[in-house]
């Protein structure tokens, strides 16, 4: 076989593979369509889209630490590339996180954190990122009892984007902190994760007009003749 066909060979073997392991998908919403590869969802699971929402329902995305001290940590992350449909630009991402968890005895610990990022494709360079945070502390909850449920959030103020790639990292950690702790349990799972942008029309975008060059040099002369006013009236 000659070279020119090896190459080619090699080329189009390259080609069909590329394309049996995309699996890039894109929905619309109302205003905003988003699109990401459905093989790379990770812990998160499959989406739905719903308005111009993007949620997921997780069913194995938990931290579990029993009887013994030291730490689980589980962890994933969901990239997701959001564009404004026609005539609509994007100026905020919200996103809400719900689940629930176990903490039984004095040294048992869960928390719920990670990170809302997005970057600008029109302006790589520029990135928005605000930490997931839970809205209340984690309790003690009763042995064989109901489990606890916590609620987490993001919020990103973006400056009227038309096209951005969004990722959500999400980290559970359950912890129990002493050695030979007994009868301890710490547990904690993601169950619902919504990711919301908010896009409006962009002739809607509120304007700041600046002010003309001549308003702030009538502004410093109009100062300098008062200060002038006032020394010669002490004088």
Do not use: C
Request: hydrophobic letters at 45%; glycine letters at 8%.
């Amino acid at each position: 076989m000659s070279t020119i066909y090896k190459i080619f060979f090699a080329f189009l073997v390259l080609a069909v593979s590329s394309a049996a392991n995309a699996a890039l998908v894109t929905t619309n919403g109302n205003t905003v369509s988003f699109t990401y590869d459905d093989l790379l969802v990770g812990l998160f699971g499959s989406p739905t889209v719903s308005g111009d929402s993007l949620f997921f329902v997780p069913t194995n995305f938990n931290a579990l630490r029993e009887n013994v001290a030291g730490g689980a940590l589980t962890n994933s992350t969901f990239s997701v590339k959001i564009d404004a449909l026609q005539g609509n630009v994007i100026g905020s991402i919200a996103l809400t996180e719900r689940g629930d968890y176990l903490l039984e005895g004095d040294h048992a610990k869960a928390t719920v954190t990670g990170e809302l990022r997005a970057v600008d494709l029109a302006d790589p360079f520029s990135t928005y990122a605000d930490n997931i945070s839970p809205t209340g502390a984690f309790s003690q909850t009763d042995f064989d009892g109901p489990t606890g449920k916590w609620t987490a959030n993001a919020y990103l103020d973006l400056p009227y984007v038309a096209s951005a790639i969004v990722s959500i990292e999400n980290i559970l950690r359950a912890k129990i902190s002493i050695g030979n702790a007994g009868d301890e349990l710490a547990f904690i799972q993601k169950k619902f994760v919504g990711l919301s942008a908010n896009a409006l029309p962009f002739d809607d975008i509120p304007v700041t007009v600046p002010l003309p060059h001549a308003i702030w040099l009538f502004g410093a002369g109009l100062f300098g003749l008062l200060s002038i006013s006032k020394r010669k009236k002490y004088i």
